[in-house]
């Protein structure tokens, strides 16, 4: 199973940016797919965005256009590009790899936190 260690996380103004990476213990080059999740306060967590071992990229509606996910499989990270950021998008921000989309198996990070104020 893999580990992965998510940074980048912080507290941002309202139409501002940030830049998450999620590192894993070894390549990342044979898992199919890497996402991001989030969690906000008394919410069930949800996709943000999903990139497939063939770089084909996948977005929750609300992210479309705002954020970009990347993966490099040489460096074992996935990053998630967050632009515009909104009140909303504050939550907790979670990276996981997976085989398939099967929600019961995949690996998860510890999650970093992401607030969005002004």
């Known amino acids: 199973q893999v580990q992965l260690v998510e940074s980048g996380g912080g507290l941002v103004q309202p139409g501002g940016s940030l830049r998450l990476s999620c590192t894993a213990s070894r390549s990342i080059f044979s898992i199919y797919y890497m996402g991001w999740y989030r969690q906000a306060p008394g919410k069930q967590r949800e996709l943000v965005a999903l990139?497939?071992?063939?770089?084909?990229?996948t977005y929750a509606d609300q992210v479309k256009g705002r954020f970009t996910i990347s993966r490099d499989n040489a460096k074992n990270t996935v990053t998630l590009e967050m632009n515009s950021l909104k009140f909303e998008d504050t939550a907790v921000y979670y990276c996981?790899?997976?085989?398939?989309?099967?929600?019961?198996?995949?690996?998860w990070g510890q999650g970093t936190q992401v607030t969005v104020s002004s």
């Open positions: 990139i497939s071992s063939r770089n084909s990229t």
């Open positions: 996981k790899a997976a085989q398939n989309l099967d929600p019961r198996f995949g690996s």
